[in-house]
């Protein structure tokens, strides 16, 4: 038997906020909320079998460093180039991690300046 991940957890100064973001880029809904102010979003019903949450938890602590992980989407029904658009339209802004400009996807930034790459659309 092994594991699966159920919830990735998300230190952020607006869990609402970042809930709302991330509910837009992947399609997801409010599945609960804490009497701390945390937000849990997750995929609707039937998406693809058993996918993680994503929870948003209220902090206050400054951050010592980059982040060791980061999340990369790719979109499901758009092509790049449409979907970089409408991610930009719900609040991500490109963000400059030393990238080359050949670089096949996007580095984006969550309103709260979280980096995430956009890939290109996977054939399935």
């Given amino acids: ?16 906020t970042l809930a709302a973001f991330w509910g ?25 079998g058993p996918q993680p949450t994503l929870l948003f938890s209220l902090s ?21 180039d449409a979907e970089l658009q409408r991610l930009l339209d719900i609040g991500a802004r ?7 400009g050949e670089e096949s996807w996007h580095v984006l930034a969550d309103p709260e300046g979280n980096e995430f790459c956009l890939l290109r659309a996977r054939l399935t």
């Fill in 94 to 100: 490109p963000a400059d991690v030393g990238q080359t």
């Fill in 60 to 80: 206050t602590d400054p951050r010592p460093g980059k982040l060791p992980l980061h999340i990369d989407v790719n979109p499901t029904d758009r092509d790049q």
């Fill in 24 to 48: 837009e880029v992947l399609g997801f809904s409010v599945v609960g909320t804490e009497d701390d102010g945390s937000v849990e979003i997750g995929p609707p019903e039937g998406f693809g």
């Fill in 1 to 16: 038997m092994a594991c699966r991940i159920s919830e990735l957890v998300i230190d952020c100064r607006d869990p609402q």
